[in-house]
T-cell receptor, first 112, second 115 residues
Framework: QKEVEQNSGPLSVPEGAIASLNCTYS??????FFWYRQYSGKSPELIMF????GDKEDGRFTAQLNKASQYVSLLIRDSQPSDSATYLC????????????FGKGTLLTVNP | GAVVSQHPSRVICKSGTSVKIECRSL??????MFWYRQFPKQSLMLMAT?????????EQGVEKDKFLINHASLTLSTLTVTSAHPEDSSFYIC???????????FGPGTRLTVT
């Protein structure tokens, strides 16, 4: 069974710090990985996706993928109180199956 | 760009009635749409994958006769919860994938409460 594991948190960081969110996955056939942010009572919004080993940066966000270790992470630099939300990682396997498998999410709180 | 809408945003219905939820891609064509359900403090659970012009593919444990999905056009998919019961109360979210894109764009969700 394909699984995604995330630390449910809560993860608490002070404003301005780096928040590090981690995710491991079980399916070695996974090809693309996504990070979504979900505010309470709202639907998820895509932050970024990554499908190659290494780092991918977009503004204050950096996604890191290590396929050998089946590990993907999201770093948030200069964390802001508005970053407080649940962060969901998801992966998609290759082939014609375009389903996303989601983790349970990590609750991040950024303290002013 | 890549906006997905859902209607209604909230609905309260009585047990035994049916509720229809619409999901629309507003500025792109979506060959594939997905329907998720999310209970409080839990992650998204995929219910079914909807492809335009064909029958939906349901996930294991999801009753296809209870959750009717119709993907009549490249911009519209509907989910009908038939004979709703209180345990169907949940946050229903659709997403749409633009043809050839890696990205799924989520609608704002529909909160269903069955009394």
């Amino acid at each position: 069974q394909k699984e995604v594991e995330q630390n449910s948190g809560p993860l608490s960081v002070p404003e301005g710090a780096i928040a590090s969110l981690n995710c491991t996955y079980s399916d070695r056939g996974s090809q693309s990985f996504f990070w979504y942010r979900q505010y309470s009572g709202k639907s998820p919004e895509l932050i970024m996706f990554i499908y190659s080993n290494g780092d991918k940066e977009d503004g204050r966000f950096t996604a890191q993928l290590n396929k050998a270790s089946q590990y993907v992470s999201l770093l948030i630099r200069d964390s802001q109180p508005s970053d407080s939300a649940t962060y969901l990682c998801a992966f998609r396997s290759g082939g014609s199956n375009y389903k996303l498998t989601f983790g349970k999410g990590t609750l991040l709180t950024v303290n002013p | 760009g890549a906006v997905v809408s859902q209607h209604p945003s909230r609905v309260i219905c009585k047990s035994g009635t049916s509720v229809k939820i619409e999901c629309r891609s507003l500025d792109f064509q979506a060959t594939t749409m997905f329907w998720y359900r999310q209970f409080p403090k839990q992650s998204l659970m995929l219910m079914a994958t909807s492809n335009e012009g064909s029958k939906a593919t349901y996930e294991q444990g999801v009753e296809k006769d209870k959750f009717l999905i119709n993907h009549a056009s490249l911009t519209l998919s509907t989910l009908t919860v038939t004979s709703a019961h209180p345990e169907d109360s949940s946050f229903y979210i659709c997403s749409a994938e633009e043809s050839g894109s890696y990205e799924q764009y989520f609608g704002p969700g529909t909160r269903l409460t069955v009394t």
